[in-house]
């Protein structure tokens, strides 16, 4: 009997240092900051309410994954590890859920595009390239000759002049700056037909005659993008970024995003491209929009865009 109580008294024992090991020993106090009111679920485990900014509770040691939830952000995964006694610290951060908003007004950007002319100087017999809005006709360049026909796009900082020819035509472009101009020599700009300059007047976006696709032009360069022109519209942000909202099918691998020639008829993807990368990224998808907007407005961080459809306008948080 005495031997029967030893062995039932150690279980007895064993039990109680089991529970005070691992409900009040073997454990670590987590703290999570953040911005509040926010949600911190253990996965197949408990939820924890956290209503403000440093949230605190307590989990046995180990390793865990944390579903994280706040109204009107996305909800992530977080893969944390608490160690015994020790007050584990970890920052988290949510990104909103984009959402499309219906508008009054559009605001107020910059000019994206400014128009120029050419015109004859009587007295140099030069021809200059004036903005058509400047009563004064300053010369932003002069040429010593007329240039037949020309296609002229420009904004503030820069403007592009081509002649019309089947061969590479007279084509220049001007920095409105420094007044320097030099000229294109690359055949692909041949039959330009339409285009946006960056705000920093250093890449210019284009279409052509005789072609579907979207080409880029900077540092003397043209590179033809596969982005189909007649399916996309395009803008560029103020961090010289070309954002694009295409109907074209996309393909993500890791972090490298590619367009192909399958069509998403009823859903707008919307791309920022980075010429100096020459990578794009997805911004978001617009389900069950067939139809292309007619305006395209973006803010310098590309996380307000604001759209116009059918007279309709919209502002989307990114």
Same mark, same amino acid.
């Given at each position: 009997?005495?031997?029967?109580?030893?062995?039932?008294?150690?279980?007895?024992?064993?039990?109680?240092?089991?529970?005070?090991?691992?409900?009040?020993?073997?454990?670590?106090?987590?703290?999570?900051?953040?911005?509040? *009111?926010?949600?911190?679920?253990?996965?197949?485990?408990?939820?924890? !309410?956290?209503?403000? !900014? *440093?949230?605190?509770?307590?989990?046995?040691?180990?390793?865990?994954?944390?579903?994280?939830?706040?109204?009107?952000? $996305?909800?992530?995964?977080?893969?944390?590890?608490?160690?015994?006694?020790?007050?584990?610290?970890?920052?988290?951060?949510?990104?909103?859920?984009?959402?499309?908003?219906?508008?009054?007004?559009?605001?107020?950007?910059?000019? !994206?595009?400014?128009?120029?002319?050419?015109?004859?100087?009587?007295?140099?017999?030069?021809?200059? +390239?004036?903005?058509?809005?400047?009563?004064?006709?300053?010369?932003?360049?002069?040429? *010593?000759?007329?240039?037949?026909?020309?296609?002229?796009?420009?904004?503030?900082?820069?403007?592009?002049?081509?002649?019309?020819?089947?061969?590479?035509?007279?084509?220049?472009?001007?920095?409105?700056?420094? $007044?320097?101009?030099?000229?294109?020599?690359? !055949?692909?700009?041949?039959?330009?037909?339409?285009?946006?300059?960056?705000?920093?007047? $250093?890449?210019?976006?284009?279409?052509?005659?005789?072609?579907?696709?979207?080409?880029?032009?900077?540092?003397?360069?043209?590179?033809?993008?596969?982005?189909?022109?007649?399916?996309?519209?395009?803008?560029?942000?103020?961090?010289?970024?070309?954002?694009?909202?295409?109907?074209?099918?996309?393909?993500?691998?890791?972090?490298?995003?590619?367009?192909?020639?399958?069509?998403?008829?009823?859903?707008?993807?919307?791309?920022?491209?980075? *010429?100096?990368?020459?990578?794009?990224? $997805?911004?978001?998808?617009?389900?069950?929009?067939?139809?292309?907007?007619?305006?395209?407005?973006?803010?310098?961080?590309?996380?307000?865009?604001?759209?116009?459809?059918?007279? +309709?306008?919209?502002? +989307?948080?990114?």
């Amino acid at each position: 009997m005495i031997f029967f109580a030893a062995i039932l008294g150690l279980i007895i024992l064993g039990a109680v240092a089991y529970f005070v090991w691992g409900n009040y020993i073997n454990k670590g106090t987590v703290t999570l900051a953040g911005p509040a *009111p926010f949600t911190a679920t253990v996965f197949e485990g408990s939820d924890f !309410s956290c209503d403000s !900014s *440093p949230c605190t509770f307590e989990l046995k040691a180990g390793n865990y994954n944390l579903i994280l939830e706040k109204d009107g952000f $996305k909800s992530y995964l977080q893969e944390i590890t608490v160690l015994r006694g020790q007050e584990n610290n970890f920052n988290i951060s949510f990104s909103k859920v984009p959402q499309l908003t219906e508008i009054e007004d559009l605001p107020s950007f910059p000019a !994206s595009s400014i128009k120029y002319i050419l015109i004859k100087d009587e007295q140099t017999n030069l021809y200059k +390239l004036v903005e058509e809005a400047d009563d004064q006709q300053r010369a932003v360049a002069t040429f *010593p000759k007329a240039i037949k026909n020309p296609t002229i796009l420009g904004n503030n900082n820069a403007v592009l002049v081509a002649g019309k020819s089947t061969t590479l035509p007279e084509t220049y472009l001007i920095n409105t700056t420094l $007044k320097e101009k030099t000229s294109i020599t690359d !055949s692909e700009i041949i039959g330009i037909k339409d285009g946006l300059f960056s705000q920093d007047g $250093k890449h210019l976006a284009f279409t052509k005659i005789g072609s579907d696709k979207l080409y880029l032009l900077t540092n003397n360069q043209v590179t033809e993008l596969d982005v189909f022109a007649s399916v996309s519209t395009y803008s560029w942000s103020g961090s010289n970024n070309l954002v694009i909202i295409t109907k074209q099918a996309t393909v993500t691998t890791g972090s490298n995003v590619t367009l192909n020639e399958t069509l998403n008829e009823n859903n707008l993807t919307i791309l920022s491209y980075d *010429p100096a990368q020459n990578t794009y990224k $997805k911004l978001h998808v617009i389900p069950d929009q067939p139809i292309l907007p007619t305006k395209l407005l973006v803010s310098g961080n590309e996380k307000q865009i604001f759209l116009e459809f059918e007279q +309709l306008l919209f502002e +989307l948080n990114l």
